[in-house]
């Protein structure tokens, strides 16, 4: 588990638009549930749920992608204007380990599943991102 915690805290965002990264929002994601490595056919049905579950919250989102730096690995996400902790439950419901979580322009990693973690700053968020998917393969 520790190596997947270090990988998570190298994650970069390939956004379409800019968020105001002086608000408050989490960004999940349903892909790879446990960090076990599913099918492209499961992701895309369990990130049709987690969309699903996200519009019942009446709250903005947007679309994005959480992916290493190399771009060898990418799961589709998404930014969230909810509070941390209706973040988190989301979260736990699709068995994913940890969320990030965006406050005043920064970001930090919330261990959801993998509790024997602390939340962990990483900086600020704007530094973490870039504005293009076709790197994604999109």
Not at 111 to 122: D, E, G
Request: overall charge positive; charged content about 20%.
């Amino acid at each position: 588990m520790d190596q997947l915690w270090y990988l998570y805290t190298r994650t970069i965002f390939l956004m379409e638009q800019r968020l105001n990264a002086q608000a408050s929002f989490a960004i999940i994601t349903a892909y790879n549930p446990l960090g076990s490595i599913c099918t492209k056919n499961t992701n895309q049905r369990l990130d049709n749920r987690l969309q699903a579950d996200i519009e019942l919250l009446k709250a903005p989102y947007r679309k994005l992608w959480g992916c290493s730096p190399e771009f060898d690995h990418f799961e589709h996400s998404w930014a969230v204007m909810t509070d941390k902790g209706t973040a988190i439950n989301l979260a736990k419901k699709y068995q994913q380990n940890a969320i990030y979580w965006v406050e005043r322009g920064y970001l930090f990693l919330v261990p959801c599943i993998l509790t024997q973690f602390k939340v962990l700053n990483l900086g600020e968020f704007e530094k973490r991102c870039q504005y293009q998917l076709a790197k994604c393969g999109q």
